[in-house]
C-alpha cells in the first residue's frame, strides 16, 4: 500500500498557486470556449490568486499578476463588470510598490486596462491605455518578454478593431 505525502499548508499553497496558473493557458489559448470553460477559466484564476496570496514568499507583484490574469479571464468570458474591476485592482497595485515591477508588468496592467474598457463599451479609454502600453512595450528589455507583450498587445489591438 502507498503512502500518502503530507503537505504543509504553505505547500499546499505553493503546488496549488503553480497549478492553478499553469491551467489557465490552454483554457486561455482555446478560441471558442463555451460558458462551462470560461467559468473554469476565472474559477482557475482566482484560486490561483487566493493561493499565491496564502504563500508566505508571496509579494505585491504576485498579486498583481494574479489581479491581471482574473481581469483577462473576465474579458474573455465578455464579463464587463468584473473585468474592469479587477483590471484597475491590477493597476491599483502595480502603482503601490514599483519597485517590485518588472519591465513588463505596467505594460501588461495598461492592457488589461485596455480589454476591459473596451468591453465596456469605453472605446477612447481603451486606445488610450493601448497606445500608453505600446509606448511602455518598447522599452521592455528582455528579448523574451518583449515578444511575448508585443503578441499579447497585438491580440489586445485586433479585439479592439472588431
Not at 508566505?56 to 474592469?84: F, H, S, W
Request: with cysteine.
Amino acid at each position: 500500500m502507498s503512502e500518502e505525502k503530507q503537505y504543509t499548508i504553505a505547500e499546499a499553497n505553493k503546488y496549488f498557486a503553480v497549478k492553478f496558473n499553469n491551467a489557465i493557458w490552454p483554457l486561455l489559448e482555446k478560441p471558442g470556449k463555451t460558458e462551462e470553460e470560461n467559468n473554469e477559466l476565472i474559477n482557475l484564476a482566482h484560486a490561483s490568486l487566493l493561493h499565491w496570496s496564502k504563500r508566505p514568499d508571496c509579494k505585491k507583484i504576485n498579486l498583481q499578476r494574479g489581479e491581471y490574469m482574473i481581469a483577462v479571464a473576465y474579458t474573455e468570458a465578455k464579463r464587463k463588470e468584473p473585468a474592469l474591476y479587477h483590471a484597475k485592482r491590477c493597476k491599483a497595485i502595480t502603482n503601490e510598490d514599483p519597485e517590485e515591477n518588472d519591465d513588463f508588468d505596467l505594460p501588461y496592467s495598461l492592457l488589461a486596462l485596455a480589454g476591459a474598457f473596451y468591453l465596456n463599451g469605453f472605446k477612447e479609454e481603451a486606445d488610450k491605455y493601448l497606445e500608453e502600453a505600446q509606448k511602455l512595450g518598447d522599452s521592455i528589455k528582455g528579448e523574451v518578454d518583449k515578444k511575448i507583450f508585443m503578441e499579447d498587445l497585438r491580440s489586445c489591438l485586433k479585439m479592439n478593431e472588431k
